[in-house]
């Protein structure tokens, strides 16, 4: 009896166990495809932000106060905006290009990862690049510069003119600037107040205070120095200033977020980068009418824009990670290339050997091959922006915008050779021979 209510226990208990074994392997399965699919999703949300990072900052904490930090935030708050910007329920034309090209899944990932981020002082890293600057003395660092360089301080309201060490009060968020060619007039923009300011660029003194459209961003001067172009990003308009008067004579009605402004160089036309998504807004300045728009598939928010040296095609940086490659003439976009994360300016050279365009987002630079348009990258430090190549296209000048400092850069060798320490939160150059 006993030998055969012991077979009959083993009978039951033997297929009890394995269908317990087998209820355990289906649960770790289940555990592991769970693991592996959160594992998956925490590797793509950072990917995913980087889109984010021009403004917000890589660390979720906004590059400026215009705009909020996103580190810490509820999920909930998070994705409730983003939707709402999607929609159309919120308005702001940057971030409704944004959010046009994420999913729900998109927006559930990034929400998640953003309110998972910890205080700033946790996620510190060295920079293998954060160096010493250059010494700020003239002597040090006229080797690098054949002239002026000019340098919007965003955070500093100041614009600091290098090699010289010499810095002029501005006015608040001093954003870009240009140069007029006889290099008698610097204007830079100030969005938080929607003014130009005009300075005596030998003098540094202010002559003039000018009331524009709302939020001008890039400001471009007209090759025969006589007008002023101000992109109005929250205005969808190009304020027309005089620069003999100091007067706004024109404002000229474009599509959404208008960003900056290029010329040809017979200032025949003008060029004007549409962040809020339609493409390039092409100006006939005679008319001062904008005359058609043309489309840049494959990119995120057209922001910044430079031309070729025979001006048939144009570079045309995106909001993102994007360079389009664009045929003026055709009206077609050549090739798309992938640059640094964020936002950036963009600049070919006088000579045309060299296109270059910065990462905000990002610690790098990508220089881009004008035929060949393969771009290699080159570290240069925190936050890269705004851009410019010297007059001889030997040196490339860099804002560090999370450095306060200003990078240089051997356009041949494409190795950093010094760091210069300037005021806070560095936005635009601009130069003589190269504006």
């Known amino acids: 009896m006993k030998s055969a209510l012991s077979l009959l226990c083993l009978s039951l208990i033997i297929p009890l166990a394995a269908a317990a074994t087998a209820t355990e392997q289906t649960t770790t399965e289940q555990t592991t495809t769970e693991q592996t699919a959160t594992e998956k999703q925490a590797a793509r949300a950072p990917q995913k932000a980087a889109v984010c990072f021009g403004c917000h900052g ?28 999607r929609s159309g329920e919120r308005q702001d034309p940057t971030m409704k290009v944004m959010a046009a ?10 929400s998640h990862w953003f309110a998972g981020l910890g205080p700033r002082a946790d996620r510190q890293t060295a920079d293998p690049t954060n160096k010493p ?48 060619p006889d ?24 002559r003039a205070i000018v009331n524009v459209g709302k939020a001008p961003k890039g400001v471009k001067i007209t090759p025969d120095g006589k007008l002023a172009y101000v992109s109005n990003e929250g205005g969808a308009s190009v304020s027309v200033i005089d620069l003999g008067t100091h007067q706004v004579i024109d404002t000229i009605k474009v599509e959404e977020a208008p960003h900056n402004v290029r010329f040809n160089r017979s200032g025949t ?45 144009a570079y045309v940086r995106d909001f993102v990670h994007h360079v389009a490659v664009l045929d003026l003439v055709k009206e077609k976009v050549l090739k798309v290339i992938t640059v640094g994360n964020g936002h950036g300016g963009i600049d070919v050279s006088p000579d045309g050997s060299v296109i270059a365009t910065a990462a905000i987002g990002d610690n790098i630079i990508s220089i881009i091959d004008p035929i ?47 760091k210069i320490d300037v005021g806070q939160f560095p936005f635009w150059l601009a130069l003589p021979g190269n504006i």
């Not at 979720?60 to 910007?85: I, R, T």
């Not at 393969?374 to 925190?382: D, L, P, R, Y």
């Open 58 to 85: 890589s660390d979720g904490f906004g590059l400026g106060q215009e705009y909020p930090n996103l580190a810490g935030q509820s999920q909930w708050y998070l994705q409730k905006q983003l939707l709402a910007f």
């Open 183 to 206: 290099q008698k007039l610097l204007l830079a923009t100030s969005p938080s107040t929607n003014t130009v300011y005009i300075f005596d660029a030998q003098t540094g003194q202010q």
């Open 372 to 418: 060949s348009w393969k771009s290699t990258n080159v570290i240069v430090g925190n936050g890269p922006h705004g851009i410019r190549t010297s007059a001889d296209s030997r040196w490339i000048y860099v804002t560090l915008t999370k450095e306060n400092r200003i990078a240089i850069v051997d356009a041949k060798t494409r190795q950093v050779v010094a």
């Open 269 to 313: 036309l003008a060029y004007v980068t549409l962040q809020g998504g339609a493409g390039i807004g092409v100006i006939n300045t005679s008319t001062r009418k904008q005359t058609k728009v043309i489309p840049v598939p494959g990119i995120t928010g057209p922001h910044n824009i430079d031309l070729s040296a025979d001006e048939k095609i």
């Open 133 to 180: 600057g250059a010494p700020s003395s003239t002597a040090a660092i006229s080797q690098y510069f054949s002239g002026h360089l000019f340098a919007t301080m965003k955070a500093g309201a100041t614009i600091h003119d290098l090699p010289h060490n010499t810095v002029w009060a501005g006015g608040p968020d001093m954003l870009y600037n240009a140069l007029s």
């Open 101 to 110: 090209t994420l999913t729900d899944t998109d927006i559930n990932e990034l």
